[in-house]
């Protein structure tokens, strides 16, 4: 008897017909005798409906209050569910992210989960039920509903996975598996049978929408067995597992284990800052007060005493560090502030990197055969990440994906 944790995503639950399929995928699992604990995202476009009525009212809905709105949509689904269990005769209990006693920090809207209390889940597995859950979604340590940001329920389902000690953690969503790259941009793409944590983290991290970055950060921590399978069709998907597992059952890993790709970049760029110890921090200081992640950094060598310094955010932040940056430009005595809203980021991921040269060389190469100029320029033991504009993404996707023969199995 093995306990399996799985978590299914909006689409999967997009309506009544395809939550009484998960309901029969969850009765077959319990039938070979397993505990099931399930883990539901709200329904498909739920979520940017509830976020539409806040913003209908108001462009900066109050974060505490937004999570109180927000958390309803998987509170939905959860009871759904549960009732098309009980309906096939399947014992079933509902529990919200607070009655769980999921306990996270108060940052609203990017909740951590600090803690979990699993004694009421063990209790209802023991009972014969099965237990599901709201993914998304916790409290702090004061009651205040949070939600974890987007993708959180697979956050949940991994978190649920490690304190439980479950044998197998199973994200179930629209697609078989981890591709190369996306599909849809590159037809010839294939599945991946394995990838490691760390590929898997770094393509998550670059803006592979499969996972959460969080969630393989929970995984590979807590060693949790995660797999990535299909709701809407059978088969083995994509296990992500350790590189030690790679070594035992071939001879070298390939090189490249996929292309990752993300839009929702954003480019901001203080002109002209004295070049002198602390400025870096001076500048990204009230970046992180403002609770606002970076990603990639580039700063200029000094000449005359000042320097140029470039950085990148998700495009939802934009605007507001736009206007941090200008807050602060006299302060930090910087000649301009600008930024680009029209960039994209582009990256190659592979641990076979670690024993190969001229990977980047090679990218470049093929970037510029189509003509795509490079803006920026961010590495990694394991990976390799440029900025190019928006229009060329897809362009640079596919020429990247012929030149490292993606498509064919090594």
């Known amino acids: 008897m093995a306990l399996i944790v799985q978590k299914y995503g909006g689409t999967s639950v997009g309506n009544l017909e395809r939550i009484e399929n998960v309901a029969e995928k969850v009765i077959g699992w319990r039938a070979r005798g397993d505990h099931v604990v399930v883990v539901v995202s709200a329904m498909s476009g739920e979520t940017d409906r509830l976020i539409g009525l806040a913003k209908g009212i108001t462009p900066r809905p109050d974060p505490r209050e937004l999570d109180v709105l927000l958390a309803t949509g998987e509170q939905v689904t959860i009871a759904l569910l549960c009732i098309a269990l009980e ?29 979990i209390e699993a004694s009421a889940m063990r209790a209802e597995l023991d009972a014969g039920r099965v237990v599901v859950v709201a993914g998304f979604q916790g409290v702090d340590e004061d009651g205040n509903i949070t939600t974890l940001g987007r993708g959180g329920s697979d956050t949940t389902a991994v978190a649920l996975a490690a304190a439980l000690k479950a044998d197998e953690c199973q994200i179930y ?27 898997m983290l770094e393509m998550a991290s670059l803006g592979s929408k499969v996972l959460q970055i969080r969630s393989v950060e929970f995984a590979g921590k807590h060693n949790v067995p995660l797999r990535v399978l299909s709701t809407f069709q059978e088969g083995p998907g994509t296990l992500i597992t350790f590189e030690e597992a790679f070594e035992a059952e071939t001879m070298e890993k390939e090189l490249i284990a996929g292309i990752a790709f993300n839009r929702d970049e954003a480019k901001l760029t203080v002109l002209g800052v004295p070049d002198r110890p602390g400025i870096a921090f001076s500048i990204l200081g009230p970046v992180s007060d403002a609770n606002i992640e970076v990603d990639m950094i580039i700063q200029n060598i000094g000449r005359d005493s000042t320097t140029d310094f470039t950085f990148t955010v998700h495009r939802n932040d934009y605007e507001r560090v736009l206007e941090i940056l200008k807050q602060h430009a006299a302060q930090l005595g910087a000649r301009e502030v600008s930024g680009d809203t029209k960039i994209a980021k582009l990256s190659l991921v592979g641990i076979g990197m670690r024993s190969h040269a001229g990977v980047a060389s090679r990218m470049f190469q093929a970037l510029a ?39 064919k199995v090594a």
């Open 87 to 115: 309906k096939r005769g399947c014992p079933a209990r509902s529990y919200t992210g607070g009655q769980v006693r999921i306990l996270t920090d108060n940052a609203f809207n990017k909740a951590r989960i600090q803690e």
């Open 173 to 199: 969503t629209d697609v078989d598996g981890v591709y190369t790259t996306d599909p849809r941009v590159v037809p010839e793409a294939r599945r991946l049978n394995r990838i490691t944590f760390e590929e």
């Open 369 to 407: 055969k189509e003509g795509i100029n490079i803006r920026m320029i961010s590495t990694s033991e394991i990976k390799i990440s440029v900025v190019v504009d928006e229009k060329y993404l897809e362009l640079g996707v596919r020429a990247l994906h012929e030149a490292f023969e993606l498509d």
